[in-house]
T-cell receptor
Framework: DAGITQSPRHKVTETGTPVTLRCHQT?????MYWYRQDPGHGLRLIHY???????DKGEVSDGYSVSRSKTEDFLLTLESATSSQTSVYFC????????????FGPGTRLLVL | KNQVEQSPQSLIILEGKNCTLQ??????????LRWYKQDTGRGPVSLTI?????NTKSNGRYTATLDADTKQSSLHITASQLSDSASYIC????????????FGTGTQLKVEL
């Protein structure tokens, strides 16, 4: 998985609780992404980062925030988890943007009860 | 709205046989098209990336074709193996869209003995 780890790999939480997912890379790539994958939908971009402290929204960013204080770490926070945020979350990295290949992590399976 | 549609939704073939997966897109202006393989419970792995000027690209037993005029791509798998069982995802990037990709929902391929 191209030097990308995600933690936790599985999480069950209750509606209304905050949740933070972590993505860690050892490739020193500039770009990092958070996606969610749901049945019947293609992967959808939540947020991405193009450098330390530089982030931007994706198409499904409502209810999510991100932070990147170091090149290697990209955090995704659900401030108050809802059942609609039950999903599989993937982190991805790329050396540059544009036509560069994105390498994906192993995913985090989140269940919000 | 940018869209990527894949067909068939699922496919079962016998080991050793060939198969072709289809992808139609409406992403505009087009930048590049990617095929990813996603094993169950894992993150997607890149197979090929093609730009406007490339109409064929191979990666071992995988050959992708692109017709930018008709906005269609196909992924041909030769001499299938059990390990080819996976979801194959077509992904299209728009020029000027930065790092925002449009993902198809995938074709679920099962290779049987």
């Amino acid at each position: 998985d191209a030097g990308i780890t995600q933690s936790p790999r599985h999480k069950v939480t209750e509606t209304g609780t905050p949740v933070t997912l972590r993505c860690h890379q050892t490739e020193n790539h500039r770009y990092m992404y958070w996606y969610r994958q749901d049945p019947g939908h293609g992967l959808r971009l939540i947020h991405y980062s193009y450098g330390v402290k530089d982030t931007d929204k994706g198409e499904v960013s409502d209810g999510y925030s991100v932070s990147r204080s170091k090149t290697e770490d990209f955090l995704l926070t659900l401030e108050s988890a809802t059942s609609s945020q039950t999903s599989v979350y993937f982190c991805a990295i790329s050396e540059q943007g544009g036509r560069e290949t994105q390498y994906f992590g192993p995913g985090t399976r989140l269940l919000v009860l | 709205k940018n869209q990527v549609e894949q067909s068939p939704q699922s496919l079962i073939i016998l080991e050793g046989k060939n198969c072709t997966l289809q992808c139609n897109y409406t992403v505009s202006p087009f930048s590049n098209l990617r095929w990813y393989k996603q094993d169950t419970g894992r993150g997607p792995v890149s197979l090929t990336i093609m730009t406007f000027s490339e109409n064929t690209k191979s990666n071992g037993r995988y050959t992708a074709t692109l017709d930018a005029d008709t906005k269609q791509s196909s992924l041909h798998i030769t001499a299938s193996q059990l390990s080819d069982s996976a979801s194959y995802i077509c992904v299209v990037s728009a020029r000027g869209g930065g790092n925002k990709l449009t993902f198809g929902t995938g074709t679920q391929l099962k290779v049987e003995l």
